[in-house]
């Protein structure tokens, strides 16, 4: 059953390496069909809201990159690898559907496959970031919109809730916005305003989608580097071994 499942896991990984030749073509389409759907009306209009969303997402980056180094996490090798689940993430706005690329991807880093074959689908499903940081801004940006600026009460909540229900989110497109409405109802933020940010929903969701999975290898190659020396892949041979005994 071990080698059965061994070697489907080889043909995936096969196939997916025939696939990846192809996915800047795909991913260049899908960018080109959001941004001609939104127009650069819809840019212009909501502009500020996407362009402080994304300098956010700057910052936790270069956060990510600082704890790498203290680490000992090679940075270049890690952007290098890390770049096609991330330009994918960014394109199809799905953690869950990134989710073999984003293995393959430690794998080739080095990572051990004990390590990335809990973390990574662990992460997928929990470590949500982007989206809690689309949450907060969204918040802030619907306050402003109702002229009824939120205090530092406010604001805590929004955290508290928002970071909570970040990690229930489905890796899937769309579910930012449910994620929203839901953080709105809770804090007393009027629905209406939701509608406005349908409007941006796939551009501020490419972002935090990005960041998400950024922040699940990040976390792997963290504990991978930690754990050094520490765990090693058992090989087949003392799996079969210790099943005889």
């Known amino acids: 059953l071990y080698e059965m499942i061994e070697g489907l896991n080889a043909v995936t990984l096969k196939v997916m390496s025939g696939v990846l030749h192809v996915v800047p073509i795909g991913v260049f389409a899908i960018v080109a069909e959001t941004v001609s759907q939104q127009g650069f009306e819809t840019l212009l209009s909501l502009g500020d809201m996407v362009i402080v969303l ?42 869950a559907g990134v989710l073999p690329l984003t293995m393959d991807a430690a794998r080739r880093m080095g990572i051990a496959q004990g390590v990335y074959g809990f973390s990574l ?44 229900i970040s990690v229930g989110t489905a890796g899937v497109p769309g579910a930012g916005i449910i994620m929203i409405a839901t953080v709105f109802a809770q804090v007393g933020l009027p629905i209406e305003t939701v509608v406005l940010l349908t409007a941006i929903d796939a551009l501020v969701g490419m972002g935090a989608t990005a960041l998400n999975i950024t922040g699940d290898l990040v976390g792997t190659a963290v504990i991978a580097k930690s754990e050094e020396g520490k765990q090693k892949d058992v090989p087949l041979d003392d799996i079969s071994s210790t099943v005889k005994e």
């Open 54 to 95: 994304y300098i956010a997402l700057a910052v936790q980056l270069a956060i990510y990159c600082v704890i790498m180094r203290l680490f000992g996490v090679k940075l270049r090798r890690f952007f290098r690898e890390a770049r096609t689940p991330m330009a994918t993430a960014f394109a199809t706005q799905s953690s």
């Open 121 to 164: 689908p662990l992460g997928a499903t929990m470590n949500m970031d982007g989206a809690a940081i689309r949450i907060a801004i969204s918040a802030v940006f619907a306050a402003n919109v109702i002229g009824a600026p939120l205090d530092l009460a406010s604001m805590a909540q929004i955290v508290v809730i928002g970071t909570l």
